[in-house]
């Protein structure tokens, strides 16, 4: 429920067309798939939930904009290593390496030269 404003009304929810006083509600997105309906819960500060909404509303734009232009969208991957994972696998010396030992002692990672 939005204040003429644009704001959240807080504690209001519309339910059979008219306002009813809800104080311990929640906020949720709910999006269809197929024949169900799937909740994101957006929290019960109003403020955060419209922000929530907002971002939700604007990446759902962008997918319907890439299908109607032929462009296959790529989800985020969790499994896939950041920088810094890979620059941390990169600087440590292998026990065959042979800087390795001077490696341990020093505690500090130096590229090794190998002829």
């Given at each position: 429920?939005?204040?003429?404003?644009?704001?959240?009304?807080?504690?209001?929810?519309?339910?059979?067309?008219?306002?009813?006083?809800?104080?311990?509600?929640?906020?949720?997105?709910?999006?269809?798939?197929?024949?169900?309906?799937?909740?994101?819960?957006?929290?019960?500060?109003?403020?955060?939930?419209?922000?929530?909404?907002?971002?939700?509303?604007?990446?759902?734009?962008?997918?319907?904009?890439?299908?109607?232009?032929?462009?296959?969208?790529?989800?985020?991957?969790?499994?896939?290593?950041t920088?810094r994972?890979y620059?941390?696998?990169f600087?440590?010396?292998?026990?065959?390496?042979?800087?390795?030992?001077?490696?341990?002692?020093?505690?500090?990672?130096?590229?090794?030269?190998?002829?």
């Open positions: 429920m939005l204040t003429k404003q644009g704001r959240i009304k807080p504690d209001v929810m519309i339910y059979g067309g008219s306002e009813i006083p809800c104080p311990d509600g929640r906020y949720q997105i709910v999006k269809h798939n197929g024949t169900k309906k799937i909740y994101t819960d957006l929290g019960n500060d109003p403020a955060d939930a419209l922000a929530q909404f907002k971002a939700a509303e604007s990446k759902q734009s962008v997918r319907v904009a890439a299908s109607r232009a032929g462009i296959e969208l790529v989800e985020d991957d969790s499994t896939r290593k920088i994972q620059a941390g696998s600087w440590r010396c292998t026990p065959t390496c042979p800087t390795a030992p001077a490696i341990r002692q020093s505690g500090t990672p130096s590229l090794p030269i190998h002829s």
